[in-house]
Structure formats: structure tokens, C-alpha cells
């Protein structure tokens, strides 16, 4: 029984005492943990459990527990049961991990449950711990994403639980393996502290012997103190010690503490579990503090069975004390507390500055499979974020109000699941992927209804200007869309994300009969066109319900940054139709490309590539690229040397075998574009495809259906080599779209490795950008997913595409990873940007391809029957949000509606310190000569997470071995700016709310 009056005091009926107990609400946080006793061993034990966010089930299944059959999980009945057993007994703690649960849970209480929650939480309880809406993959996930959906979980908290609903630790217990952005944004959001579980078995191996479980992780070299991180590696990954899984789940003894019972074990079990204790002490540096997990995989779903044994483990231990003299103290904690007990030892730590890839489970078992399974799930999350970013600019800066029908959180909400690490990894079951489909193309139809009502507030020049359709179409990948196909007459809207003017080519699929086109700008010049065929493999695509054999090709130069610009599109009455007839290749060779660009040579019998030159290649390097499978490797999984490959496991049981030394050729010469149409076999083919003015290739790759008649499975990758680079067995990844790591063959920077996988060894996460370089020359790939990567061979670049195995690996999700679609094997189709130049200047152009792959600017078609005079009295055909466009190192990363009339902004600095000379260096920005529509009245700065403000944000500071100052600080506040302007160094991400008033109101 509870009885509450007023604020801050709560009278408690304890269920053991049988009388009220007072207990102060208010004390969240680390003034809440348990005093650790002086002298002694103590022992933080963490009930918790591991929610994922849909696996062998969808979101709705696990939390409704259906599906039982699958996995027996309900989380609905683990925070019921949960807050039932904390309620009556204020020692007990819990932590909770997976936002989108949680709401889905609270949405569902009523008011009196919700005040128990809050009192639960108010006392540290209940702790939040991680706070995000899922619990994120950190090696297929990019750093804009992840920072969302942390926002999106900090805000439904925050705006719940106040300051106790602050997360200061993060929980990444069950990624499989992980990101040094993570940790990066993790100090940046205000955490003191992370938890991991997954490490590679030779690194933990190595780090046991050492004592070195717990360390600081300086995430960022630009960045430098402001990203340091203190990271600890779980004993138990994140399961109960061996035999001490008290859980429904679980099949070990209870605790039996009635000495008349003929089964009585307390003592037996005390000293067990005391030897567990000691045997994980030997491996950490503290001798006083030590943590440990109770808890897995939806574990708690009867808590009163769970918690009752560890009060019986508790009290056994714990009375040793007292008969025998015993050191060891258990009780209950959390990782926060844990992380403060351990803090307040002041004890000197190592540090690590690289990341935690590639991660193996055992010689034969290296998780780099999953960088590149379903890549169609890979790319549409990609596209999800591309557009929800659209979304929460056009929202913003038309100032549209809550009546708007369309719902910006169904969008928000659906990507953060997206970075679920079984969700965008691709390692979930096949109908649980299907499921995450769904529920991000219903965010994106929500957004399609705010974005068409932005445009219509931002076009219309007067009241009276009848609304317009725009839609999106989101098959342009396969050349379809409805649109531009079955109108002759629409115009374009284009609209740019970025903070800079940008140019880039615009693809439309129209209809077949070959007719030429005009396109009109808003001054109703017309702009050059092209018409190129639609290469053949695509047009018989399962699944395309398309008759367009033919693309419109037409370039926009300088969109308005965070602004459109509208094209008026109809039939030529004066050119003639245009000549698609492929171009006569009899020569030795011929060039695909413009003089002035990077172009490619190709043999004309062979129909690969020889040669790429331009003016980043001057010594006109030899070139090769071609696509070519691995068999992947069978096994019954009973031991390491018999594992298969899976959704996780990469293990291929054969050397490269090239699919096609001589692909049939297709070559398209025009003065926009020239294409090369590859046929390299029924399930391979590729364009590479030179635009005129772009220092860069395209190589559009499609790879499936992927054969299985044989009854092996197969990975496919394609290779480029640059013949003649001294690459010194070194490459470079990028870490979530962030920061570059270097990689080096066959080496770990932190450990002694030994590789009985060496290919699989050597695959690393690329996210959007693989490099290598010698002193002279860069070469690099841009993706537009995320993809396996790795360089075996000086000056090589091999990726993984696609991957169809008829085994699974035996890691949990029970089926192999064999997508299909249409009756047949998936096919993907993706494109590579190739990219290459001097050493010391190419990297500030690859960052700026990389933005323009990630926020693309997004095509909206709206067919008319106006003439293009009437549309341009009627409409407005371009617009800009900023009074001018940002210097070129820096971007708006976020710009979304918030709280009543506040924004939520972020600028970011997007260059690393050593890209360029000067353009890494610190720039200025002026907040109030940023926009356009409206004004701002007020502005304060906050955390990464935008949930603390930032002159209150406080962190833990940890002394490094290497660090001999005698002082010591307990807290670390972060410094804030002299607004409105806003000083970015390189790779620093700033935020701040605004208050705003638009210049119509």
C-alpha cells in the first residue's frame, strides 16, 4: 500500500516490517546509490533485461507476448511485474534499456500506475539507463540516425520524469561489436560511462591477463577530452554468472534458505556464488567495487520469482559476514552506481583510441557478415533518413501547426527502431524484417502528407492558389515512377537539405515512345536534356511494373541550401527524338567520360576497365574492377571449425571466383552523360555511368537473383584495383559516416591477433566511405549503404554487395539468410562512387559527395495541366530557408519542431582537422544571420541529446595512467558559447533550442 501527501514524501507499508517507512522522493541519481561498505568486496548486482526491439519477433509481438511458439517474451508483463515487486520494497533496483517499449508501456497506464512509476523513478529505483528508443547497432548505423533516435528516447523521458529520467550511462551489452562514433557521441550526450558486452574473444582474452576490462576510450582524435569516455567490458557478457539465472527462462536451483527444508542449499549456494565473485575480482582492477548482471534476454516477466532469489542470494552471502568473517558484500545497484563507486576510488586507467572491430566470437565465428545482410533493408533505412530530415526542415520552416494530418513521429519513431542491432544489421528473422518495411514506409507516407502541406504554404502566392499534389517516388532506384511515366506534362520540385548550394543530375523515367522533352527553369530558360535507355536487366527486374525503357537526364545547378527549386517538364515541340542507339565500340578501347573529368578506359573486348585518369590520377594508373562470388561455408555448427556462414557470420569456403572475365557491352555517349551498360550474367550487371563536369564515377551495380540450383550458398563482392599504389597494407573506414580509422592488414592496434579466418578477419563495417592512399594518391568508394569492406591486396578496394545462404549460422535467429522477393531471389541494386585525387586534397571533396549521397536532394513530381506561364504566375518555383548559404564546412544536421513556438538546431563542423589546411580549421557562425522565414528570439545550448542544458551538464573525470597531475576534479562542466555566435572546430556537433517568431505572425 502507498500513501502519498504533497510533494516529496511518500509513506511506504513494507511488506517485511509491516509499518510505514519514510522515504524521500527527489534523490535520482547518484545520491540514491547504495553506500559501498569500506573494508569490503562489493558486489553491484544489476537486475535487468534485454528487450530487443524485434528479432525473432516483430516490436508488437514481443511486447504483447504472441507468438509464444517463437520465443516465450512478453514486455508488457516484465514492467508490469517489475514495478509491482520495487513498489514494496524500496532496496530493490531495476534498469531499463529500450525506450520504444517503455511509451508503448506508459501510453497504456493508467494515472495511479503512472504515479507509482514516477515515485519509482524519483528514488533511483527504476533507473534509465542508455535512454534511446533502441538499443543501436554501431557498425551499419549512420551517426545522424543515432543521434535521433537517442533525441527522440531522452525527450519522451525527459518530458516524463524530469531530471530523473537523465540517463548517464550507456548500455551497449548485446551489439556485436562496437563504434568508436558511438562512444564519441555517448560522452557528447552527457554520459559518464558505458557498458559494453561483445568483444572480440582474443581481446578479451588479452585484456583479462592484463586487468584491463575497464578503460578510457578517447573517441575522437579532434575532439580530444570532450569525447573521452570511460568504457568497461562486461565479465558475462550480460547473463547472470553460470548456474545463478533465477529466472521463468532459466532452469537453475533456487535459492532454499528454510533450514527445515530437506532441500535447504542457501550456504551451498553462497559459496558458489562467492567463488564466481573472486574468480571475476582477478580480472579487474578494482578490488573493492565489482559488477555483475542478473538478468538476459526477456528475463523478469515473473519478477517476484527472479527477485526473491537474489533477496535469498543476498542474505546468504551478506550473513557470512557475520559467521565467518566474510568480505563480500552483494546489493542491489546499477551500472550508474557502479560507475560512481568506481569514480570515487580514484584509480588510474588505460586508454584505447581505436574501435572495437572486427568482433569474434571464436576463430571461426567473425560477425562481418552481417555489415552487408539485406542490403535492400540496408538502403531503404538509409532513404528513410534522407527523408525524415526532409521532413523535419519543410515542418519547420513553413511553421505548419498540429492540425497538419500527417504525423512527424510515426517517421521519428519508426527509424529509431530502424537502429535496432537486429534491425538494419538485416539479422532478424525474415518476417520480422518485413515488419520493420512496413513500419518505415508508413513513417514515410505519414511524412509524404507534412511535406506535400509545407510545400503547398511555401508555394502558394496567394490564399486562393489551389493546392497541388507532390509525390515521392521511391522506386527511382529501379527506374519507376508513376509520375513522370504516365504524364507528359509535370513539373519537379526539388529540394535541398544541405546547407550549401547544391548541383547535381537529375534521373526521371518516362515513357518509352522515345519523345524528346523541354525542361524549364523559373526563369523558363530551357536546360540541356538527355534521354538514355534504361539498361535491360533493370527493365526486367522482378517486380517492376514499369513500361518507361527510357530515362529524361537534365542538370540543376545551385538548389538554394535548405530550399527548392521547381522544373516545368513537357513535350518538345521543336527537338526531335532522340538517338539512343548504343555507339560502335570495334577499337582496341574507347573512354567512358569528358575531358576535364575522371574518366575510365575500357577494353573493347573484354568490355572491363583498364585505365581511370583524370585530374586526380596523373600518372594514369592501371585499373581493373569486376564482381566475382565466395561460396559460403557449411557446417552443423556443433563446433567453431564446422560453423556455416549466416545473417552473421561471414565464412566463405572458397578463393574469389570471378562470375564473368568478359561482361557483353552497351556503350552510350551523350553531351550530359556517358554510360556503360555491363551484362556481366543473368544475375550480375552494371552501368558505369561519367558525368560531365563531376570529378567522379558511378558504378550502378545489380546483383540477383543470386543462384542457388547448385546448393551453395554465395557472397557476392565486386574488387577495384589500382595497380601500382604502395598502399602498405593499409586502408581506411569510416566510423558511421564519421571520422576515418585506419586499418592495417592483419593487426589490431590493442592486441595480438591470429587469424584462422583471414578474409572474414579483415572485413570491417563501411558505412559510407572506404579509402586508400599512398604519399601520392587517394583512391575511394562512396556507398550509398552500409556495406562489408576490406583491402587484401596493395591498392585494392573489395566490397561486399549481397549475400544468399540456404544455412544458418546458429546464433539465434533459427533460418538462413535466404530473401526473397516476387516468387525469386531478392535482387539489389546500388550504386559506388568512384572518387580519386592527390593525397593531400581529396578528402574534403569525398566528404562533400558523401553529404550530398546521404541527404540527397529529394525529388517531388506534381503532374499539371497548366501551361509553364500559369504554373509561375500561380506558384512559387524556389525558395531558400537561409539568408544565405553556410560556408562549406558546416551543416545543419538538425532542424525540427520541438515544444510549442521552439526549434530544435544543430550545426555541425563536418571536416576532420587534418582533411584540409584551412577548411578544417574553426569557423563562426552567426545564429541570428542564418534564416530566412522567421526570427529568434531566444537561444540556449544543450547537450548532444537535448535533453540537459549544457552550462548544467556535469561529467565524471577519470585519471588516465598517463595523466600524472595530482589534482583531482569530481566533475567536468563543458564549456559553452558566446551566442549568437556559435564557434565549430573540426567534427564538433553543437545544439541548442530556439525560440522563434516567423515574419507572418
Not at 174 to 184: I, L
Not at 856 to 877: E, G, I, K, S, V
Amino acid at each position: 500500500m502507498v500513501v502519498t501527501w504533497g510533494l516529496g514524501l511518500v509513506l511506504l507499508l513494507s511488506p517485511v516490517y509491516g509499518k510505514y517507512v519514510h522515504i524521500e522522493t527527489g534523490k535520482c541519481g547518484y545520491p540514491s546509490c547504495p553506500v559501498p561498505k569500506e573494508g569490503f568486496i562489493n558486489v553491484h548486482l544489476i537486475p535487468h533485461t534485454h528487450d530487443d526491439v524485434g528479432w525473432l519477433k516483430t516490436l508488437d509481438q514481443y511486447y504483447y507476448g504472441s507468438k509464444s511458439k517463437i520465443q516465450l517474451a512478453g514486455v508488457q508483463y516484465i514492467l508490469d511485474s517489475v514495478v509491482q515487486q520495487l513498489k514494496h520494497d524500496p532496496n530493490k533496483r531495476f534498469i531499463y534499456v529500450e525506450t520504444a517499449f517503455f511509451w508503448k508501456w506508459w501510453q497504456q497506464q493508467a494515472d495511479h500506475e503512472r504515479h507509482i512509476v514516477k515515485r519509482l523513478v524519483a528514488n533511483g529505483q527504476l533507473e534509465f539507463i542508455g535512454g534511446a528508443w533502441s538499443m543501436h547497432d554501431e557498425a551499419t548505423t549512420h551517426y545522424q540516425s543515432i543521434i535521433d533516435q537517442f533525441t527522440w528516447g531522452f525527450r519522451k523521458l525527459n518530458d516524463t520524469f524530469g531530471e530523473c529520467g537523465v540517463p548517464k550511462v550507456g548500455w551497449q551489452i548485446d551489439p556485436f561489436g562496437h563504434s568508436r562514433e558511438t562512444a564519441s557521441i555517448m560522452a557528447r550526450l552527457g554520459f559518464d560511462g558505458l557498458f559494453v558486452g561483445r568483444i572480440d574473444y582474443m581481446d578479451k582474452a588479452t585484456r583479462l591477463i592484463h586487468k584491463d576490462m575497464e578503460m578510457i576510450w578517447e573517441a575522437s582524435p579532434n575532439l580530444g577530452k570532450e569525447a573521452d569516455l570511460f568504457t568497461g567490458v562486461l565479465f558475462n557478457t550480460y547473463s547472470a554468472p553460470k548456474g545463478f539465472c533465477f529466472d521463468i527462462l532459466c532452469e537453475d536451483e533456487p535459492v532454499i534458505d528454510d533450514k527445515k527444508s530437506p532441500d535447504y542449499n542457501a550456504d551451498k549456494r553462497a559459496a558458489e556464488f562467492e567463488r564466481n565473485i573472486l574468480q571475476q575480482l582477478n580480472f579487474y582492477k578494482s578490488k573493492n567495487n565489482i559488477a555483475i548482471t542478473m538478468g538476459g534476454d526477456f528475463t523478469y516477466q515473473d519478477a517476484h520469482y527472479h527477485l526473491v532469489n537474489i533477496d535469498r542470494l543476498i542474505r546468504a552471502v551478506n550473513s557470512q559476514q557475520v559467521t565467518n568473517g566474510s568480505n563480500i558484500n552483494l546489493m542491489y545497484s546499477t551500472p550508474s552506481c557502479y560507475l560512481k563507486a568506481l569514480n570515487d576510488e580514484k584509480l588510474q586507467w588505460s586508454t584505447k583510441q581505436d574501435d572495437f572491430f572486427p568482433y569474434a566470437s571464436d576463430p571461426h565465428s567473425f560477425w562481418t557478415g552481417y555489415f552487408t545482410s539485406r542490403p535492400t533493408l540496408k538502403y531503404y533505412e538509409r532513404i528513410g533518413n534522407n527523408f525524415l530530415q526532409v521532413c523535419k526542415q519543410l515542418y519547420t520552416l513553413s511553421n505548419l501547426g498540429p492540425e497538419v494530418r500527417g504525423d512527424l513521429n510515426v517517421l521519428r519513431e519508426a527509424m529509431g527502431v530502424m537502429q535496432h542491432h537486429d534491425a538494419v544489421s538485416g539479422t532478424e528473422k525474415q518476417h520480422v524484417a518485413s515488419d520493420y518495411a512496413r513500419l518505415l514506409s508508413k513513417g514515410l507516407d505519414e511524412c509524404g502528407i507534412i511535406t506535400e502541406s509545407a510545400f503547398n504554404k511555401l508555394m502558394a502566392k496567394t490564399a486562393s492558389t489551389p493546392p497541388v499534389v507532390l509525390n515521392s517516388c521511391m522506386l527511382f532506384n529501379i527506374s519507376q515512377c508513376e509520375t513522370s511515366e504516365s504524364h507528359n506534362t509535370f513539373v519537379v520540385t526539388l529540394y535541398n537539405p544541405l546547407s550549401r548550394n547544391v548541383s547535381r543530375y537529375i534521373r526521371l523515367p518516362v515513357s518509352g515512345d522515345g519523345h524528346a522533352y523541354t525542361v524549364q527553369d523559373p526563369q523558363g530558360q530551357s536546360i540541356p536534356v538527355q534521354i538514355v535507355p534504361v539498361p535491360e536487366p533493370v527493365v526486367n527486374v522482378p517486380g517492376r511494373f514499369s513500361d518507361a525503357s527510357v530515362e529524361l537526364v537534365f542538370r540543376v545547378v545551385d538548389l538554394p541550401p535548405l530550399g527548392f527549386r521547381s522544373y516545368y517538364v513537357s513535350p518538345s515541340n521543336t527537338l526531335v527524338s532522340p538517338n539512343i542507339i548504343p555507339e560502335r565500340t570495334n577499337g582496341r578501347q574507347f573512354t567512358v567520360g569528358h575531358k576535364g573529368s575522371l574518366r575510365v578506359t575500357i577494353d573493347s573486348k573484354t568490355g572491363l576497365p583498364t585505365t581511370i585518369h583524370g585530374p586526380g590520377f596523373l600518372d594514369s594508373p592501371d585499373f581493373q574492377q569486376n564482381f566475382y562470388y565466395y561460396e559460403s561455408a557449411v557446417g552443423n555448427n556443433e563446433v567453431p571449425a564446422n560453423r556455416s556462414s549466416g545473417a552473421y557470420i561471414f565464412r566463405p569456403n572458397s578463393t574469389l571466383i570471378m562470375i564473368n572475365s568478359q561482361p557483353t557491352i552497351k556503350y552510350y555517349k551523350g553531351e550530359i552523360v556517358e554510360e556503360l551498360h555491363q551484362q556481366f550474367s543473368s544475375w550480375v550487371s552494371q552501368v558505369i555511368r561519367a558525368y560531365k563536369g563531376e570529378n567522379h564515377l558511378e558504378f550502378i551495380w545489380m546483383v540477383g537473383p543470386i543462384p542457388t540450383s547448385d546448393k551453395r550458398g554465395k557472397e557476392v563482392v565486386t574488387k577495384y584495383s589500382v595497380y601500382g599504389m604502395d598502399t602498405n597494407s593499409t586502408f581506411y573506414t569510416d566510423s558511421n559516416g564519421r571520422e576515418m580509422l585506419r586499418r592495417v592488414m592483419d593487426e589490431r592496434p590493442t592486441y595480438t591477433v591470429k587469424l584462422e579466418e583471414p578474409l572474414a578477419g579483415n572485413y570491417y563495417p563501411v558505412n559510407t566511405r572506404i579509402s586508400v592512399q599512398d604519399p601520392l594518391t587517394r583512391f575511394s568508394i562512396i556507398t550509398d549503404r552500409s556495406q562489408g569492406g576490406t583491402s587484401m591486396h596493395n591498392g585494392d578496394i573489395e566490397l561486399m554487395l549481397h549475400r544468399r545462404m540456404l544455412h544458418d549460422d546458429a546464433f539465434g535467429v533459427g533460418e538462413a539468410l535466404n530473401e526473397e522477393a516476387f516468387g525469386r531471389g531478392l535482387v539489389a541494386r546500388g550504386t559506388h562512387l568512384v572518387i580519386g585525387g592527390p593525397s593531400q586534397s581529396q578528402t574534403v571533396e569525398e566528404r562533400r559527395l558523401v553529404q550530398e549521397r546521404v541527404l540527397a536532394a529529394w525529388t517531388f513530381l506534381t503532374p499539371t495541366r497548366l501551361t509553364f506561364d500559369q504554373w509561375r504566375t500561380n506558384y512559387n518555383m524556389e525558395f531558400s530557408g537561409l539568408q544565405k548559404a553556410l560556408p562549406d564546412n558546416v551543416q545543419i544536421l538538425t532542424l525540427e519542431p520541438w515544444k510549442g513556438t521552439t526549434f530544435l538546431l544543430r550545426l555541425e563542423h563536418v571536416l576532420e582537422k587534418d582533411d584540409d589546411k584551412s577548411a578544417a580549421d574553426p569557423v563562426i557562425v552567426n545564429l541570428q544571420e542564418i534564416f530566412k522565414p522567421f526570427s529568434i528570439k531566444s537561444i540556449r545550448e544543450t547537450s548532444l541529446g537535448a535533453n540537459q542544458w549544457l552550462n548544467e551538464v556535469s561529467r565524471l573525470v577519470w585519471k588516465k595512467k598517463e595523466n600524472r597531475v595530482d589534482n583531482y576534479e569530481t566533475l567536468s562542466r563543458t564549456e559553452t558559447q558566446d551566442l549568437p555566435n556559435v564557434t565549430l572546430t573540426p567534427m564538433s556537433i553543437k545544439t541548442f533550442i530556439i525560440d522563434v517568431s516567423f515574419q507572418n505572425q
